[in-house]
């Protein structure tokens, strides 16, 4: 479109993420490594590195944190017009242990109280948001308070009204929401807001009661999705598309997983591109596995992220 200034646009909280150096338990770390952290930014990340205009709002602190992350998104090229750095707040953080057998890592988090979480619909820059073409939105952000939770609604409802397309990435975060059924709720009405919608197999499978992927896709099929993909781990993807239909992708060899944290970040990434640069369905959902699998082989949120040189040269 011509009338747009980014391609995509995101909402959610950053947090500094402190790796432990070391396997075990947290508290035997002696060191950690710093990094970046928040499932919209890691997507934002991707979606910049792969050559895509993105702008991101959000909320951080002027602490050492809140600087660092800033910068960090500044260095990926990523508009940070509409981050607002408060003084009276504090940006949010967390710990991460290290694995080495391909298990979850376990994370501490500390965003109680954060600044993002203090986000609320008067944060939401109506003209600044259309000028966006596509919104890629998680089940992250509105679940830190209630009041970003608004401001998750009210984005989505500008975008629609606007005529713009929406992708929604189911991310769970159980913890941050008063109970399972509250969670259920929210998340399926913000995915009925949404074009596409990208849940995985296990939080399909809670959020919808459908056993399967076909039937996890009905369900946001019947509620107005366009499409819907299936992440299936290691077994790909399977989709479910108005035009396209339905299909399987299979995943991508892995020789040695090291942290899956991330990976469904980097899936997102690579769909959404594709989707936007005008590629198949079932191109977008390859090249989203081929990122996912990437993810996973290394440490840390947006180290496995390609960029578009990189992309290239995996056939993508």
């Known amino acids: 479109m011509s009338d747009t200034a980014f391609d995509v646009a995101?909402?959610?909280?950053?947090?500094?993420?402190l790796v432990a150096d070391k396997p075990g338990p947290i508290e035997n770390a002696t060191g950690f490594h710093k990094?970046?952290?928040?499932?919209?930014t890691n997507v934002a990340i991707g979606l910049s590195r792969l050559g895509l205009k993105v702008g991101w709002a959000s909320r951080l602190g002027t602490d050492s944190m809140g600087r660092s992350l800033i910068a960090s998104m500044k260095s990926e090229g990523?508009?940070?017009?509409?981050?607002?750095?408060?003084?009276?707040?504090?940006?949010?953080?967390?710990?991460?242990?290290?694995?080495?057998?391909?298990?979850?890592?376990?994370v501490e988090y500390?965003?109680?109280?954060?600044?993002?979480?203090?986000?609320?619909?008067a944060d939401v820059d109506e003209d600044w948001l259309r000028s966006a073409r596509h919104l890629?939105?998680?089940?992250?952000?509105?679940?830190?308070?209630?009041?970003?939770?608004?401001?998750?609604?009210?984005?989505?409802?500008?975008?629609?009204?606007?005529?713009?397309?929406?992708?929604?990435d189911t991310n769970l975060r159980p913890t941050l929401w008063a109970s399972t059924e509250v969670m259920r709720h929210w998340i399926?009405?913000?995915?009925?807001?949404?074009?596409?919608?990208?849940?995985?197999?296990?939080?399909?499978?809670?959020?919808?009661?459908?056993?399967?992927?076909?039937?996890?896709?009905?369900?946001?099929?019947?509620?107005?999705a366009k499409l819907v993909v299936v992440k299936l781990g290691k077994d790909g993807a399977y989709y479910d598309d108005e035009t396209a239909g339905t299909g399987h992708v299979d995943g991508f060899p892995v020789k040695e997983v090291i942290d899956t944290v991330g990976a469904?970040?980097?899936?997102?990434?690579?769909?959404?591109?594709?989707?936007?640069?005008?590629?198949?369905?079932?191109?977008?959902?390859?090249?989203?596995?081929?990122?996912?699998?990437?993810?996973?082989?290394?440490?840390?949120?947006?180290?496995?992220?390609?960029?578009?040189?990189?992309?290239?040269?995996?056939?993508?």
């Open 10 to 17: 995101l909402f959610g909280e950053a947090m500094l993420l």
């Open 35 to 40: 990094r970046t952290a928040g499932a919209e």
């Open 78 to 106: 990523i508009d940070c017009s509409h981050v607002i750095c408060d003084a009276s707040q504090r940006t949010g953080f967390q710990f991460k242990g290290r694995v080495t057998d391909g298990s979850d890592p376990p």
């Open 110 to 121: 500390h965003r109680k109280g954060s600044a993002a979480s203090q986000m609320g619909p």
């Open 136 to 168: 890629h939105a998680t089940g992250v952000f509105p679940a830190i308070s209630e009041t970003s939770l608004q401001a998750a609604i009210k984005s989505m409802d500008v975008m629609r009204a606007a005529g713009r397309t929406i992708s929604f």
């Open 188 to 224: 399926n009405y913000l995915a009925a807001r949404a074009d596409w919608v990208l849940p995985g197999i296990e939080e399909g499978l809670l959020l919808t009661g459908e056993s399967t992927p076909e039937g996890i896709a009905r369900f946001y099929r019947q509620r107005g």
């Open 264 to 316: 469904g970040d980097g899936f997102a990434a690579g769909v959404v591109s594709a989707l936007l640069e005008g590629r198949s369905v079932q191109d977008a959902v390859r090249r989203g596995a081929w990122i996912g699998a990437r993810a996973v082989q290394v440490l840390g949120d947006t180290e496995g992220l390609p960029t578009r040189e990189e992309l290239r040269q995996g056939g993508f």
